[in-house]
């Protein structure tokens, strides 16, 4: 792993890192990096590692729950190289487009195919960042939707070091495989309304899971529209599986006698 | 409104109180009830306004939220008369069981009745709390499952002083009605392996909400099996609706980008 740049503010470290191929960002609290939980990020189709929406989040993970995060760009993303391949399948999400017809279905064969290119991509980043010279050892959650999910899910059921996770917006037709194998915490998040997801596919998803705790979290709204209090959730369920200690005791006893 | 014993401790003012027929308990933070936003706590089925989750709740929206929390006895709940028809019913449950019959339809039918006696209860109920006596007006929400819901979803249609509300554990059948007028935030929860409320019931009435911000959060388990992580979730949307200025401005930023 070779970092090409570093910079700070806000007391967030930001350090652009790359692994073969493969571009990555690190974020971590500034001048503190060991020993900590390591969030990644799985960014969404046609997005990168240092998209707005993905850097954001990771500094809020950093800043509110002193997390390390990394986000590595997917196959065909970011500044990676497009096969003959890639091109063709935009071309032809293009020609559906301007058809009028279902993109959905396509988009989840190719994320199905790229994931088959990420997954071990995802590994051996996570082997450098948990090199003793780097982060060390630590608790691992993953967090992404979309193709961050298509990716995300058969990452988790291979990588044992993933502990938490949050999956949504993609439905059951090419990862209800990959679920079943799934036994970690998860959070979900449907879109009820999703133009790409059929509804019933989403929730087939979800319950394709094996995870004892697994919670589903589905709002209105199209696929873009996840609402802002989702973040806040996401920082609590990842608190409450990484950082386990900081969590309130009383809340369990409390339930149990409600 | 009359009340008939007061004490307190750690903090929680506790006050048993009556309004004809009907008893009710007010938790308050000790020394200072005016002007603070008001929960109305509906109980389950078989419950009463003092059982000890509804009791255990109540003092925790009351120390880690500030608010002021009020439960009152449902229909032939607690200590209140039950007519012949009510012995009727619980004879009929006891038969059902023993038969190994599906009591959900039944109970559903049941609480429909009982929501028709309960929904004045409990608007001369927030008449007699928000007078200038007592805690005069404020924002108000409501939180109750299953018969909690029940009672709370024709309430919330009915009432406009409540401005937010968590329901759950009840189905589309006798509810879908009052369900389209309500447009308040709500938060639904579902137990996805509920043995008295079918799943696809459950999701269709959560779909039947007008509301523009509706959020449902269904987990596995049964119908009592409701997980300790969402009583912080309920608190959280109350603060967020009952105390918007409570609220850091920056997770609506974050999240538009994301």
Partial sequence: MRFNAESSSDGVSERHFALGEVAGVLWSPAGATAGRPLVLLGHGGGQHSGAPGVRARARRYVTGCGFAVAAIDAPAHGDRKRSDDDERFMAEIARLRADGEA???????????????????????????????CLGPGRVGFWGVSLGSSIGIPLAAAEPRITAAIFGLTGQETLAGAAAEITIPVEFLLQWDDELVPRD?????????????????????????????ELESSQRFFT???????????????????
């Fill in 201 to 229: 596919s989403g929730l087939a998803l979800f319950d394709a899971f094996a995870s004892r705790e697994k919670t589903l979290h589905a709002n209105p709204g199209r696929h873009a529209d996840i609402p802002a209090f």
């Fill in 103 to 133: 993109i959905g279905p396509r988009i989840a064969r190719r994320n199905a195919v790229l994931a088959s290119r990420a997954v071990p991509e995802w590994r051996a980043t996570l082997d450098a960042l948990q090199a003793p010279e």
């Fill in 240 to 258: 409450r599986h990484l950082l386990p200690d900081s969590v309130s005791s009383t809340a369990g006893q409390l339930a149990a006698e409600a």
